[in-house]
């Protein structure tokens, strides 16, 4: 099916800005206003951690004491105050309900509102072009509901909320988290390995293609409170898992933080396929409020033959800072970077990724696609490096920008590094704008002005779109339109 | 069909269109035709809502009712189709993708049922069969890569899959070849009837030797001076324009 084709029908049916916007009325277990070794000791403790978890934690914490928050991202915003955000946000209910009658019903109805297929029942009843997708989804701070794990246990994978993981698989926990981001990686992730409250973890083990599509929902509902996830995947050898994350967030005026940590360890033969529809609120057109959106995702390609791809399409947030990252160690190890970014009003966007080709006949692509209308921002920066042994490695990388009137910038920053003397680095770059041709001529075949705009910005998305998993495809396409809703005319 | 009634319109603050009538009744093909600067793709994009051309006076009544008032694609769903001089490269849209989007933005206008992929893939196949267009160019991204003759029949392709009641070309022959012209001129007689009306603007007379118009008007600084049959276009290649613009 051609991606764009369904677009227009979709963008005319959901006729709201911001149809996430709501905000529920739930009850919340909060931690007390602001950041010290208390509130990570409380965290700790409402987790029900092991000691081993809790030492690590708080050495993330004095660590974090010590660094500086960057300022070398091309994003301006004013200084976040650590001490004026709630670490700690639960929903009143059950933690860890053992089924989804004891799940909260306002809770579940927010779910169905964003479109969730959680209730395994009707999925299970085999209901013609259900989702076969096993969800996992988190809510402010706790992890609420993880579906299809009994199906997904027959098959040895390991699919449920990372502090549940803590608890009952510390080994695994214990070997692999923080070994591709350790705390001491930047200022978010170290904030993060000190106050992360939930997030999914995920284990496929030798010689398991995971029957189904992984997939994790994370909602910030309550005010001023941060959302600091945390996830975590292993494909063993010969394994392969395809993992979905999507993300809303209610409108309010006040920015709020989202500082999340992904670690994706791949091992011979093995393949990660990571998908991202990032749709936190984006704030008004005024700039007032949205999510910040700073975020470290990396994968280590450990074993030979191994391949991650990381397909992201980024429509929301206030500010993003992001660069999904590929550590190419095992030999013909593959990185893959697809990113759709989208900014609109005052939204502004710096991301991209780094490729660190350290084994012999690694390979990596990027291709970013950068959308900027209204007064937005869009930043690609990103890194190839080649290092010495990286004998025969390649890259291409392919970055086009699109801009959407003249009041909104594009800028591209490509690092590259190269100490390999065999290694083949290409890099192309575009720049264009919808024309006023373009759009006229849409129109006149009968396509109403905003129809017109998403159809050209799909077409200009195409080889990003085709990368994602159908069922958020269909979803991103409905977000490219709803996004760019106003930047014409 | 259409009544145009002293039409003035600017362009960039510069008025082009210097007050044109112009009637077209059902069934009619009128030309007009005329010299590089006339007006004669200003009055095509003024008909067809292009943002920049700013109508200055005049009225103009579609079907009876008042076309100026209406947004590019309500013309375009309403039965206006302009087949453009340059037709506009869409990247990484697929050309049937685009046509089926547009074809059912239509349909829906008219309160009619869209056409589901397979239906439209049929529909789409019988009028290329007809008009000798291959297949292949639906797959293609809408226009990108197109030689000069492909663009124009990917133009006649769509205003036989659109059915329009009003069909208006800019300089449809510009470029082509014979073939191409015979193509194109094919696909606006096809759909000639008793209640489908065309305007078609140009400079030569070679297109009107393959669509034979009904009347034929001389447009020049903004104003048509002078209307006849279709022996004014052959009066007009063989004196010029300046000639008849004189007389």
Excluded at chain 2, 111 to 126: H, I, N, S, T, Y
Excluded at chain 2, 137 to 149: D, E, I
Aim: overall charge negative.
């Amino acid at each position: 099916m051609a991606v764009s084709q369904e677009t227009v029908e979709q963008v005319a049916s959901v006729s709201e800005k911001y149809k996430y916007g709501f905000v529920s009325d739930i009850e919340a277990d909060m931690a007390p206003l602001g950041l010290n070794e208390d509130i990570v000791r409380f965290i700790s403790a409402k987790k029900d951690e092991p000691e081993w978890m809790l030492e690590w934690r708080l050495k993330a914490y004095r660590y974090w004491l010590t660094m500086e928050e960057p300022t070398w991202a091309n994003v301006d915003y004013p200084k976040i105050d650590f001490q004026d955000i709630y670490y700690y946000s639960a929903p009143k209910t059950k933690v860890n309900p053992k089924s989804l009658d004891e799940v909260d019903p306002e809770l579940l109805e927010v779910y169905k509102k964003l479109g969730i297929p959680l209730k395994e029942q009707e999925v299970l009843a085999g209901v013609e072009g259900a989702y076969n997708v096993a969800v996992d989804a988190v809510f402010d701070s706790v992890s609420v509901a993880t579906t299809f794990r009994e199906r997904l246990e027959k098959e040895g994978v390991i699919f449920c909320p990372i502090s549940e993981a803590i608890r009952n698989h510390p080994e695994l926990v214990k070997k692999y988290m923080g070994s591709v981001v350790p705390y001491t990686d930047n200022y978010y992730s170290a904030l993060n390995c000190a106050v992360f409250t939930d997030g999914s973890f995920c284990y496929i083990p030798k010689g398991v293609r995971c029957p189904m599509e992984l997939s994790t929902y994370f909602r910030i509902n309550a005010a001023q409170t941060g959302q600091f996830e945390r996830t975590l995947i292993i494909a063993e050898d010969d394994s392969y898992v395809s993992y979905l994350e999507g993300c809303t967030a209610p409108m309010r005026d006040e920015n709020q933080l989202h500082a999340a940590v992904v670690e994706l360890i791949i091992m011979d033969n093995a393949e990660i396929k990571y998908s991202t529809v990032q749709n936190w609120y984006p704030g008004d057109e005024n700039g007032v409020g949205g999510i910040y959106n700073f975020v470290t995702k990396r994968a280590a390609c450990r074993g030979v033959n191994s391949k991650v791809s990381w397909t992201q399409v980024e429509t929301g947030s206030a500010i993003t800072w992001k660069y999904p990252s590929c550590i190419l160690q095992g030999d013909n190890s593959v990185g893959e970077f697809y990113s759709i970014a989208i900014t609109n009003n005052l939204q502004q966007a710096d991301t991209g990724t780094k490729m660190i080709h350290l084994g012999k006949n690694t390979s990596s692509t990027i291709i970013s696609k950068g959308i900027s209308a209204g007064r937005a921002q869009s930043t690609y920066r990103g890194l190839v490096r080649m290092g010495k042994k990286a004998e025969n490695a390649r890259n291409h990388t392919v970055c086009d920008s699109l801009l959407i009137g003249d009041k909104c910038g594009a800028h591209t920053v490509p690092y590259i590094e190269n100490q390999s003397r065999t290694a083949k680095i290409e890099h192309e770059a575009t720049t264009s704008k919808v024309s006023e041709e373009q759009l006229f001529y849409c129109q006149q075949r009968g396509l109403s002005e905003e129809e017109s705009m998403a159809l050209i910005v799909n077409g200009f998305c195409k080889e990003v779109l085709q990368k994602l998993p159908m069922e958020f495809a269909v979803e991103a396409q409905k977000l490219v339109g709803i996004s760019l809703e106003g930047s014409v005319g | 069909m259409l009544e145009i009634k002293d039409l003035r319109a600017t362009v960039g603050g510069k008025e082009i269109l210097k007050g044109i009538n112009l009637t077209i009744k059902p069934g009619e093909i009128h030309a007009v035709m005329g010299p590089n600067g006339a007006g004669k793709s200003t009055l095509s994009y003024v008909l067809s809502g292009r943002a920049g051309y700013e109508v200055t006076g005049g009225s103009v009544l579609y079907k009876g009712v008042d076309l100026l008032d209406m947004s590019p694609d309500e013309r375009a769903c309403r039965g206006l189709f302009l087949a453009f001089q340059y037709p506009v490269e869409i990247p990484g849209v697929a050309s049937a993708t685009f046509l089926k989007t547009a074809f059912n933005a239509q349909r829906k206008f008219r309160g009619e049922e869209e056409l589901d992929a397979m239906q439209f893939l049929k529909l789409v196949r019988k009028k290329t069969t007809e008009l000798g267009i291959k297949d292949d160019m639906l797959k293609r991204a809408v226009n990108v890569g197109f030689s000069g003759g492909e663009k124009k029949r990917n133009e006649v392709l769509q205003m036989a899959l659109f059915e329009p009641d009003l069909m208006l070309l800019d300089e449809t022959d510009s470029g082509l070849d014979i073939d191409a012209l015979k193509v194109a001129a094919d696909g606006v007689n096809r759909l000639r009837s008793p209640e489908r009306s065309a305007l078609i603007i140009t400079h030569y007379q070679r297109l009107l030797d393959y669509i034979v118009p009904d009347f034929v008007h001389v447009l020049a600084d903004g104003k048509i001076v002078k209307s006849g049959d279709k022996s004014l276009a052959l009066e007009l290649e063989e004196k010029g324009y300046a000639e008849i613009s004189a007389a």
